[in-house]
Nanobody
Framework: QVHVVESGGGLVQPGGSLRLSCTVGGVSESIFKFYTTGWYRQAPDKERELVAA???????NYGDSAKGRFTVSRDSANRVVYLQMNSLKPDDAAVYSC???????????WGQGTQVTVSS
């Protein structure tokens, strides 16, 4: 069974950095390459939005909020996806969730999410 686990959230001051990790378990490396992985976030009273998505061929799509400040990367051998977040702002505070979606079958898996708080 595929499962997704995020880690790395926490409290950071404005202007600070955090690195989130997303581990996709229950799949081999050869199967993982068929999954597009993405980070999404949802703040209270707001819609969930795409932060960044990356495929096994390193095709990347950033949401507007992430461009220029966040970097997504993927370690396919270990089935881990990272989100490096720099120059964090209070508006970046949200629950960040990782998604793994099979490119062919559209099987879709979400983690529990990790809270990011940006405050002085």
């Amino acid at each position: 069974q595929v499962h997704v686990v995020e880690s790395g959230g926490g409290l950071v001051q404005p202007g600070g950095s955090l690195r989130l990790s997303c581990t996709v378990g229950g799949v081999s490396e050869s199967i993982f390459k068929f999954y597009t992985t993405g980070w999404y976030r949802q703040a209270p009273d707001k819609e969930r939005e795409l932060v960044a998505a990356i495929t096994s061929t390193n095709r990347i799509n950033y949401g507007d909020s992430a461009k220029g400040r966040f970097t997504v990367s993927r370690d396919s051998a270990n089935r881990v996806v990272y989100l490096q977040m720099n120059s964090l702002k209070p508006d970046d505070a949200a629950v960040y969730s990782c998604n793994a979606k099979h490119q062919w079958t559209a099987e879709d898996y979400w983690g529990q999410g990790t809270q990011v708080t940006v405050s002085s």
